[in-house]
T-cell receptor, first 113, second 115 residues
Framework: AQTVTQSQPEMSVQEAETVTLSCTYD???????LFWYKQPPSRQMILVIR????KQQNATENRFSVNFQKAAKSFSLKISDSQLGDAAMYFC??????????WGAGTKLIIKP | DTEVTQTPKHLVMGMTNKKSLKCEQH?????MYWYKQKAKKPPELMFV???????INESVPSRFSPECPNSSLLNLHLHALQPEDSALYLC??????????????FGSGTRLTVV
């Protein structure tokens, strides 16, 4: 069975600084996708970034980038130049051959002004 | 239109009431999902519809009854709920169940309180 682990229940960062959120996963599959979703207090689950397992190049979306280590089954999210609007719950998620999202427990990100 | 719209945003209902949650998308997606989310927890999958047919029911109690009348609309009918059913109910869609590999689009949810 696939599992996703986020070991940091809460992280805080000073505005404009860089923060890294950790995620590890376990699967025996070789073809899958990984995601980071953001859920602000407004409640909507917003896709931040996705990574296809067959791609060695790390995905980037503006200030958001991932460090994907397939052999280590690690998928961390780096947020550069943190902004107040980045404050949210961040969920790491996996999708494989059953086409259903497997979620991590989430990390609450606090941005200090 | 790249949105999933959920109504109502908030709902308070008594344990003997019957109510419905509505989810609508106009992206041409043929897979739609209902999730239940408790505070500070990840979403839990409830139902999956694929091409308007119920594909997955994750052992959800019968007091929750899903319906997919057409490819754009997904309803969740609620009856005789319990206080522990109070949660955020999220709807999501993907192009198809298989192409969900690219990720889902989520609505902003209905905050349900059962009194």
């Amino acid at each position: 069975a696939q599992t996703v682990t986020q070991s940091q229940p809460e992280m805080s960062v000073q505005e404009a600084e860089t923060v890294t959120l950790s995620c590890t996963y376990d699967t025996s599959e070789s073809d899958y996708y990984l995601f980071w979703y953001k859920q602000p207090p407004s409640r909507q689950m917003i896709l931040v970034i996705r990574q296809e397992a067959y791609k060695q190049q790390n995905a980037t979306e503006n200030r958001f980038s991932v460090n994907f280590q397939k052999a280590a089954k690690s998928f961390s999210l780096k947020i550069s130049d943190s902004q107040l609007g980045d404050a949210a719950m961040y969920f790491c998620a996996f999708i494989g051959s059953n086409y259903q999202l497997i979620w991590g427990a989430g990390t609450k990100l606090i941005i200090k002004p | 239109d790249t949105e999933v719209t959920q109504t109502p945003k908030h709902l308070v209902m008594g344990m003997t009431n019957k109510k419905s949650l509505k989810c609508e998308q106009h992206m041409g997606h043929r897979a739609m999902y209902w999730y239940k989310q408790k505070a500070k927890k990840p979403p839990e999958l409830m139902f999956v519809y694929s091409y308007e047919k119920l594909s997955i029911n994750e052992s959800v109690p019968s007091r929750f009854s899903p319906e997919c009348p057409n490819s754009s609309l997904l309803n969740l009918h609620l009856h005789a709920l319990q206080p522990e059913d109070s949660a955020l109910y999220l709807c999501a869609s993907s192009p198809t169940k298989v192409t969900a590999l690219g990720g889902y689009t989520f609505g902003s949810g209905t905050r349900l309180t059962v009194v």
